[in-house]
């Protein structure tokens, strides 16, 4: 049988605290970038056109 | 020989810190006034806001006012442990190490700037991140304990929320936020004035230059006027422009009235007066100032909500 420290007893409430904030912190994350997705704040200019700074310059001139 | 050392660690402090330690190092008092502050600053500015950012760019505004608290909690551990009011708080009291304080200060400073900023913008991202450091170093490491203004000092710093709230909705701070500003900046000292008349604060045993210490009580009376004019002119300049309103300018001149009424009450009398009937004036502006702010802050919320409201 394994007997549990009386340590993880005593710390166990501020453990499943820290386990909630950690949850919270991710459900809102998740949150905000599904808004930000549906809204469409996320965009950023540069994310979604060509930049021409990063064609090739042959494939320019043609 | 080394398990032994390690059972001394583990069993060394049988009053670990819980939760609600590490809960009170923010100053969760202090953190319902920036998140009421904020939440109106974030409502009655122009602009739509999705509900779930913004309650999100609230809950970051909190935290950094929280982080603020903990930083403050950190350096001012040693006036904490002079003083009977703050004598039990998480660090003096030995429940919470100086260190952690301020790993947790720092911590909770880093993850709510970056997050208002990926949440609302970088404009209330950059303010709340100066409001942590004015309060944190210039109010708490270095005027705090070197300057009688420390009250004022100290107020500028708990007046920033409604302003990041307004930039998370704008991304902007214009006079009208800098008016909100204004207004908790000139009602904390004569709010926090009045309570040092009547409670018998040992900050003079923390060696924390207090104007009722440094410049006496008759000079306290008078300052405490003289800031509640100064807020009377705030407040009603605030309700003429676009925040404010015909149903908030009533409101805010009645509760100037009654502010000033009370300001004038303190300032004639003396302290034998005032030990004569049991501080009622000093209390009652003290009870008026916390239902002034709420009330204040709220009209001008009613005022954005009204279909008929504003200039």
Redesign the interface.
Known sequence: MRVE???HY??R??NF?VLFVLLAFIA?VF??TM??VE?GGLSEGFDHVLRPALIPTDEVSE | MADAAIHIALTARPDDPGLRDYWRLLKPRLMSLSIFTAVVGLLVAPGEMHPFLAATSILWIAVGAGASGALNMWFDADIDRVMKRTRSRPIPAGRVAPGDALALGLFLSVVSVTMLGLTANWVAAAWLGFTIFFYAVIYSMWLKRTTSWNTAIGGLAGAFPPMIGWAAATGGTPLEAWLLVALIFMWTPPHFWALALFVKLDYHNARIPMLTVTHGRTETRRQTWLWALGLAAVSIFAATTAVGGPLALAVVIGLNAVFLHLAWDIHRRTDIDSEADGHRAEKALFKWSLFYLFVHFSVFVVEAALPFGGW
Do not use: M, S
């Open positions: 420290h009386e340590l005593r710390r409430g501020r605290g809102i949150g905000v808004v930000k809204t």
